[in-house]
């Protein structure tokens, strides 16, 4: 309850930013959950237009906050919102995919955005990560 009261508090810019985040953070999650996507082509990127104006921060905030209320909201999930979001808003973020290996332990992957050469969502802190190649995506 008190999550909708701060949300009630809110101006009506920043209610509308998460509630097309959760949108995205829950198209994301069929994407990949459901649907389980072979091929980054079939992310639904392809249909991108700039039509919002969301500052790269805004997003990441307003992703961030509206994963905690969709199960499942992996970093990927995220990953794939905000890039929607950033792309769409004319920011060309790229999404990063690594992996990491070491003898006796699984495997571990880690999906992030990188806006002009730095982070903006995923910091990973658990060890040295190996990108894949993704060219076909932004």
Known sequence: MRALHRFV??????????LRSLLEV????????VLRYSRPRHLGLEDVRHRYTYLV???VWAVSRMAAFVPGATCLV???AAQRLLLGSGHP???????HKSQ???LLAHAWLELEGRIILGEYAGG???????????
């Open 93 to 99: 973020a790229r999404l990063c995919i690594g992996v």
């Open 57 to 59: 921060d805004d997003v």
């Open 9 to 18: 508090a809110l101006p009506r810019a920043r209610k509308r930013l998460l």
């Open 128 to 138: 040295q990560l190996v990108p894949l190649p993704l060219e076909d995506i932004r």
């Open 104 to 106: 006796g332990t699984p």
């Open 78 to 80: 995220q990953a794939l």
């Open 26 to 33: 829950l198209r994301a999650s069929v994407q990949v959950h």
